[in-house]
């Protein structure tokens, strides 16, 4: 779905954008806000940050309805891409 959050670095918190579509396990890369890469330079290293997605074990009867919708679509879109469809 996307969104933002706040993430330490050595340098402070920043604001970082989520993409739509991460999984759990997807990484992104934050260039110039890790570790020096040689004692004495001021040239910063990447700092890597892994998402970790929790997913809920209980949910309400209308979500479960919501999720099932969303199921179906996936499977409808999932099927026209395999057809061949050009939507």
Known sequence: MGGKIKVPTLSGNILLKIPKGVQP???LVLR???IP???G????????VQF???IPTKITEHQRSILE???KEEASQAEDVALGSSW
């Open 25 to 27: 396990g997807d990484v």
């Open 32 to 34: 110039g806000k890790g």
């Open 37 to 39: 890469k040689r004692v």
């Open 41 to 48: 330079l001021t040239d910063q290293g990447d700092q890597y």
């Open 52 to 54: 970790r997605v929790k």
């Open 69 to 71: 919708e969303i199921a």
